[in-house]
């Protein structure tokens, strides 16, 4: 069972224009999330990340929303840039598992 | 600051043997979790860690095993090992402050190829 989902495998964006990223989540106790970027032969870095209390946080070019009701949550990349090509995951965690689950990944191309 | 430090990067087994990858955390963090990366799959949990203490366990079978040092690196063991088992290891660690939740850095990985 797939608890966290990323849907889309891939998505080409335009330099400049925004990037969005989709993840749904399944388990209703999931109450922070995190985004990670990752290049290949590196290991994931992390991006941004949101408790459940708030419904957005931005930090610098990246904005992650929460839409608890919809068990969504979306990370904007406001202009993209060519260096944001990599492989993005979003991660959820229940407080006291100390565990996260991750996507499987949205593959992200900015096109020069 | 050093970052979190796995070895080796590179690891070519064959099948029955046994291996065992190591991480050392990042300077002050007490946290480390382990994750199981294949194509298509994402980043699998295996377990975490947290002042020698497993804290929680991913669904893989008991071949899979880890420890933690006193001095907060971490070990995790593959025993009989499967074609299967062949992907990217990764080490991640935190401070893991209250309910675990915080952000987690991670090393490069380690490759296992198993043959």
């Known amino acids: 069972d797939q608890q966290v989902k990323q849907n889309s495998p891939s998505l080409s964006v335009q330099e400049g224009r925004i990037s969005i990223l989709n993840c749904d989540y399944t388990n209703s106790m999931f109450d922070y999330f995190l985004w990670y970027k990752k290049y290949p032969a590196e290991g994931p870095t992390f991006l941004i990340s949101?408790?459940?209390?708030?419904d957005k946080n931005e930090d610098g070019r990246f904005t992650v929303f929460l839409n608890k009701s919809a068990k969504h949550l979306s990370l904007h990349i406001v202009p993209s840039q060519p260096g944001d090509s990599a492989v993005y995951f979003c991660a959820a965690s229940a407080r006291g598992t100390y565990k996260y689950i991750f996507g499987t990944g949205t593959r992200l191309k900015v096109l020069a | 600051k050093a970052g979190v430090t796995q070895t080796p990067r590179y690891l070519i087994k064959t099948r029955g043997q046994q291996v065992t990858l190591s991480c050392s955390p990042i300077s002050g963090h007490r946290s480390v979790s382990w994750y199981q990366q294949t194509p298509g799959q994402g980043l699998q949990f295996l377990f975490e860690y947290f002042s020698e203490t497993q804290r929680n366990k991913g669904n893989f079978p008991g071949r899979f095993s880890g420890r933690q040092f006193s001095n907060s690196r971490s070990e995790m063991n593959v025993s009989t090992l499967e074609l299967g088992d062949s992907a990217l290891y990764l080490c991640?660690?935190?401070?893991?402050?209250?309910?675990?939740?915080?952000?987690?850095?991670f090393g490069p990985g380690t490759r296992l190829t198993v043959l």
């Open positions: 991640a660690s935190s401070f893991s402050g209250s309910g675990g939740q915080d952000e987690q850095f």
């Open positions: 949101i408790s459940s209390i708030k």
